[in-house]
């Protein structure tokens, strides 16, 4: 068991190590070379385009301006001077509400450890229990602050089971409060939003396929026969998967024919030279411009045919379509109600904006996912199963001296003191921290798995699976297999009827494991945090090696948004912490709430200048939150209730039955208020929004608006020309006219496209009637540094008097 001594050392360790991350963080800042990997996100706004630097090559790389160097602690007043408004504006509603789970932290725990202090520590310290069982039990003088220090039968446990209803009042009263304001200012973000094409398309899934007819033309006459007031157009789905593989191979050999471009452009003296084989390092020397213009011509060669043949398969069409329609009133009528007679067809939801749409998921068949769901839901359990061995092994270094009782021939390991006080009070934490590191990414690829096709909606099931594991194995775990380790040699020589007490009493206990785990998470953890070492190496690694033009350093400079998939339930295994530890034993909460404070600074900086969030859910994971505090609070009151039978307590223990019993009907009563918000969208306030845009006239071209919103992948043009000139004759691309008349024709203009995929597109198309044929031809140009494109949706127009596409060039 950990001493007051070895949470000593830890704290020292942790607090040295937290200090050393902010003091670089605060000189690596202020570097020039350093600027795009800590202010990303004002070059991704256009705020700034080059670091400020005091001039001269040196000046480049290194701040010179000694001035600054005296000043190195001013990001800190900085991170607070932008308003709560002024942060939704630049960083979104999802990063504003992030903070908000911070500042609800310090709300909730600020006063309870303050309460708690003062009114339990006393009573605690005044029971003496353990200083009888101290020949039986492994404890600390930690222990002798928490509620197992209060002797069988005492009436002192009205005090804690009064401060425990004390507590989750005032819980539940933020909660409420909190819920509130999030909701009302998820509904102003929304009513404040300009036209955007998610709040008139709904997605469609399941589509029934009909025979001697096609995807489109299904789509196209059921919405014209139930929607026919509202429905405006759809938009086809296709499944290029290996298309978008191909896009991904031709994008890096542009890279390396820009590169090359630029290094001629250089040195026109010599034309730069590269060897055929595996990574240029053998094989035969050629031209490298030649020959990644040769390479890249094949390879649209290649992309043509495959473009054909998806164009001309009606089955790479797949039963999956977005719908628009023109008002947002029609749009939620149908994303809100039920299509068809038969629950499994026509599946309307809103659909996710551009940037949140997980392309590959779109193609999954709606039977595959029924499936894929209750398999992964298995596997889930059985890697929280798995985890439970490194767990184990872990808890063990926890108690070094309950583990010497029953393993003595680890005695010589741990004879120094210091040695014994690392070990005991900074490498469990640590050790844990490195077991849960690669757990998010496994989580990620079983969500993926499961087929959600929203990236914000894959990050919330990660989340929830990775709460799910957080709750058994950190939480759970640690006590149980911690109490297992401590009173093993107690269990083995006494009777069957002590070992209730021991576990009664052993639980509070692992508080000093919690204890160093925090300051290791949450206070080294967080400090790294605003280091940014890992982004920093990885910049200046591609910097040196990979990155070759503009568009490689954006790519390289990217930092990603918040990591909600291993932060939220970071955030809530705290607040589980605090809560369930608030009443047993108070000393953790003001290491919680340092956590909190640390933390919000901390990510407030980074919400400004470093994380550039890739979708906006408009703070749709609060719901989650909060149903995770509300179950903190039921596993709270339930340990405590099992606590104090443990203790005796039969007059005290049944006046805790009834407060579950108000916790659910809390958690029921915000569920029917305000959780509607995040899951509907208020008919009135779309009608109101399609008033306002009549009466302003700016629904005008809402068709053509919708049409080009999202493009599918293999329509979707490159935003600079490819410098390579591919020509394929008329007689090898030949694809049939997509007209109402023929049902195997589909529609390239109606589809969607996932931004995070590569993309591409051809410069020119000719079409001729009767015969539609398609001329692709790309232009060589001489510029390195800048290609026009010109984008084939251009040179579509759309018939007003018919949802088909009428082609012209």
Request: charged share 20%; hydrophobic share 45%; net charge positive.
């Amino acid at each position: 068991m950990a001493t007051l001594g070895d949470i000593g050392v830890s704290a020292v360790i942790n607090i040295l190590t937290a200090f050393a991350f902010l003091l670089a963080f605060a000189l690596l800042r202020i570097q020039p070379i350093n600027d795009r990997v800590y202010f990303p996100k004002w070059y991704i706004t256009g705020k700034r385009t080059n670091p400020r630097s005091g001039g001269g090559v040196v000046g480049k790389f290194v701040n010179l301006n000694f001035k600054t160097y005296l000043t190195f602690l001013n990001w800190m007043p900085q991170a607070l001077k932008m308003s709560e408004d002024e942060i939704i504006s630049h960083a979104g509603l999802d990063s504003a509400v992030f903070l908000r789970i911070y500042t609800l932290g310090l709300k909730i725990f600020g006063p309870i450890a303050l309460a708690a202090l003062l009114v339990l520590i006393p009573v605690n310290v005044s029971g003496g229990t353990l200083f009888f069982l101290r020949r039986d039990l492994v404890v600390s003088n930690i222990d002798k602050l928490s509620i197992s220090n209060i002797r069988p039968k005492s009436y002192k446990f009205f005090i804690h089971i009064s401060m425990e209803y004390l507590f989750t009042f005032w819980t539940c009263y933020m909660l409420y409060k909190e819920y509130g304001r999030v909701a009302s200012m998820r509904l102003k973000f929304l009513a404040s939003q300009g036209k955007r094409a998610e709040q008139f398309t709904v997605l469609v899934r399941n589509v029934p396929r009909v025979s001697g007819r096609s995807i489109s033309d299904s789509i196209e006459n059921f919405f014209k026969r139930n929607h026919p007031d509202h429905y405006l157009c759809h938009q086809a789905v296709y499944n290029a998967n290996k298309f978008a593989r191909l896009i991904r191979k031709r994008d890096r050999l542009q890279n390396w024919l820009d590169y090359n471009q630029l290094k001629f452009e250089r040195h026109s003296e010599k034309r730069p030279t590269s060897k055929k084989g595996f990574l240029g390092l053998w094989g035969k020397k050629v031209d490298s411009i030649d020959f990644y213009k040769g390479q890249i011509k094949e390879l649209d060669k290649e992309l043509t045919m495959e473009r054909q043949r998806i164009l001309k398969d009606a089955k790479a069409i797949i039963p999956t379509a977005f719908v628009s329609f023109n008002s947002r009133w029609g749009a939620a009528v149908c994303a809100q109600t039920q299509q068809s007679k038969n629950p499994t067809l026509w599946l309307t939801n809103w659909a996710p904006e551009p940037r949140d749409v997980y392309w590959k998921n779109l193609s999954i068949p709606f039977v595959s996912l029924s499936i894929r769901k209750p398999i992964i839901s298995v596997l889930v359990f059985a890697l929280v199963f798995f985890y439970m061995i490194p767990i184990a092994f872990v808890q063990s270094l926890a108690n070094l001296e309950g583990l010497e009782r029953v393993a003595p021939f680890l005695r010589p390991l741990i004879e120094w003191n210091f040695v014994k006080s690392f070990l005991q009070g900074f490498l469990p934490g640590l050790a844990l921290k490195i077991f849960l590191y690669i757990l998010p990414a496994i989580l990620m690829i079983m969500s993926k798995i499961e087929g959600h096709v929203a990236i914000s909606v894959l990050e919330r099931r990660t989340a929830a699976k990775y709460y799910y594991f957080m709750l058994v194995n950190v939480f759970l775990g640690s006590i149980v297999t911690g109490t297992a380790f401590q009173q093993l040699h107690a269990f083995l020589h006494q009777s069957a009827t002590q070992i209730p007490r021991n576990i009664g009493v052993s639980i509070p206990m692992k508080a000093t494991f919690f204890i160093t785990y925090i300051m290791v998470d949450g206070w080294a953890g967080i400090a790294s945090e605003i280091l940014r070492l890992k982004p920093l190496v990885i910049f200046h690694l591609k910097n040196m090696f990979i990155v070759k033009t503009e568009r490689d350093l954006e790519r390289a400079m990217n930092p990603g948004g918040v990591d909600f998939p291993e932060t939220l339930p970071s955030l809530q295994l705290y607040f589980l912490l605090g809560i369930v530890y608030m009443v047993v034993t108070p000393i953790l909460l003001p290491f919680v709430l340092v956590f909190f404070a640390f933390a919000y600074f901390v990510y407030r900086h980074q919400v400004i200048n470093v994380y550039n969030q890739h979708y906006e859910s408009a703070a749709a994971f609060w719901p989650h939150v909060h149903g995770r505090i509300i179950a903190s609070l039921l596993i709270s009151q339930l340990l405590l209730m099992g606590l104090l039978s443990t203790k005796k307590a039969a007059n005290s223990t049944p006046l805790l039955v009834v407060l579950p019993i108000l916790t659910l009907t809390f958690h029921k009563y915000c569920k029917n208020r305000f959780e509607p918000a995040f899951r509907r969208y208020p008919l009135e306030e779309a009608m109101n929004k399609d008033m306002e845009d009549r009466a302003s006239e700016s629904d005008a071209n809402l068709k053509s608006y919708l049409a080009d919103a999202y493009l599918h992948p293999i329509f979707n043009s490159f935003e600079e020309v490819e410098l390579v000139e591919v020509r394929v004759e008329k007689s090898q691309v030949h694809i049939p006219s997509p007209s109402p008349s023929d049902p195997s024709s589909p529609s390239p203009r109606r589809a969607y496209h996932h931004e995070d995929e590569p993309s591409y597109d051809v410069n020119r198309y000719e079409v001729e009637e009767p015969q539609t044929a398609y001329h692709y031809e790309v232009e060589q140009h001489q510029t390195a540094y800048h290609h026009e494109v010109e984008s084939y949706s251009n040179m579509f127009q759309y018939d007003t008097e018919s949802n088909h596409d009428v082609y012209r060039y």
